[in-house]
């Protein structure tokens, strides 16, 4: 599986973005996925989780009301939107798909970055 990131940019901060991923493959609609971040200097930190199906999410504390993950499996594809953007949320986005563990997953995308100004 292969997966694409996009979708982020520079924005102000109370600024909205959506990210995409998109998955290559027949096997999407079988895979949990999910976004992490990684901000510069730190350690990449999840963000959000949505189970196969897309009925299942699970939020970090720091997203939840703000942020908020859906998928289209006839699409291949999953979404974060992002509102209500802060400083702090100046970030590598990752996309994951295939969860392996507690937080760990079999397949990665590359980053697409967020960046939001004060």
């Known amino acids: 599986v292969q997966l694409q990131a996009s979708g982020g940019g520079l924005v102000q901060a109370g600024g909205s973005l959506k990210l995409s991923c998109e998955a290559s493959?027949?096997?999407?609609?079988?895979?949990?996925m999910a976004w992490f971040r990684q901000a510069p200097g730190k350690d990449r930190e999840f963000v959000v989780s949505?189970?196969?199906?897309?009925?299942?999410?699970g939020y970090a504390d720091s997203v939840k009301g703000r942020f908020t993950i859906s998928r289209d499996n006839a699409k291949n594809t999953m979404y974060l939107q992002v509102n209500s953007l802060k400083p702090e949320d100046t970030a590598d986005y990752y996309c994951?798909?295939?969860?392996?563990?507690?937080?760990?997953?079999?397949?990665w995308g590359q980053g697409t970055l967020v960046t939001v100004s004060s």
């Open positions: 994951a798909a295939q969860r392996i563990g507690i937080l760990k997953y079999k397949f």
């Open positions: 493959g027949h096997t999407f609609s079988t895979y949990d």
């Open positions: 949505i189970s196969s199906s897309g009925v299942t999410t």
